[in-house]
């Protein structure tokens, strides 16, 4: 079966100017996440969906961020008006579950901001 | 703010040597999981440890828990050019759903 699937995988924009990063899970995964990457290092959450709920969003560092889930499934990152430090690769995630559940990991999306 | 410490954060060794990645944290964790990443892909689950004090072993990797599950090892013997990677650990905290992931161990095996 198809696995976590991310678009676009590289996307180059100027400051100033909002971008959407899209995730499709894995079908009939509930769970999803979004985490951030920069200068291949660790991930930071961003924020955690169980369904189209987010129960966590502690993790979106300013009000420019923000994300949406539909049908349980396909996931929109957004960031608006971008600043040089959102430049990194997002990372999507997908578990069966809850997040003690094995999480598989999609591509990422490289984001440059100019 | 919780944090996970992973050393050392670059590594670089000959084929064939044996090598010990750790990963450390003041907080207790209800599992623990290591991940592999390559360049341009995302992680890739190894292994779940959950028992304080457990072992495993998957070929030439063996995982340890620590017996508080405060910490973490991830030992590779007879490294492999293919071993090459960031390794990542992470652990959702007791009480807390979601897993926090580790600083990172960039690992590069040279033939």
Known sequence: GAGVSQSPSNKVTEKGKDVELRCDPISGHTALYWYRQSLGQGLEFLIYFQGNSAPDKSGLPSDRFS????GGSVSTLTIQRTQQEDSAVY?????LYAAQETQYFGPGTRLLVL | TQLLEQSPQFLSIQEGENLTVYCNSSSVFSSLQWYRQEPGEGP???VTVVTGGEVKKLKRLTFQFGDARKDSSLHITAAQPGDTGLYLCAGPYFGNEKLTFGTGTRLTIIP
């Open chain 1, 67 to 70: 994300a949406e889930r539909t």
């Open chain 1, 91 to 95: 990372l999507c995630a997908s578990s």
């Open chain 2, 44 to 46: 890739v689950l190894l």
